[in-house]
Structures are given as structure tokens and as C-alpha cells.
């Protein structure tokens, strides 16, 4: 995959499927790795499972590249690695 003049060889896809997302979410405790929010405390707190190194920057979907954080904790993030 080329863009921005720069080649990616990643061969998993973007998406985080059902099955990985709920083993990440089982490994963080259902709590955000950022600040410990936690939807059983606060019911208000959403999570997301999101790549630690940007997909974007060539980096594979594995558990090892993922967290969980909340909606808080992941706005602004992007990909600014």
C-alpha cells in the first residue's frame, strides 16, 4: 500500500474485530490505560479499543498494539506518533 510516498507492509486490516476487541478490553480490566475510567464507577464512560502506533504509520491490529481508552482519553489522539 503506498501513500504519501511512503510503502506500508502491513497484511492485517484496520478494523478490530468483535472477538479482539472484547480480549483487549478483558486484559485492560474494562478501564481506560490513560487515566482508570471505568464504565462499572461511571456509567457515563464510554471505551474504545484503539491502536497504540497508528494502523496509518505501518503497524500491524494485534493485541500487543492495542489498548483500551475512553472517549475522553482518545479525542485529539489520532495518529500523531
Known sequence: MKKSGITKNVSSTRNIFDKLRYKVLKRDNFKCCTC?????KDPGVE???????PWSKGVETTLENLQTLCSRCNIGKSDSL
Open 47 to 53: 471505551l474504545h479499543v484503539d491502536h497504540i502506533v
Open 36 to 40: 482508570g475510567a471505568s464504565p462499572a
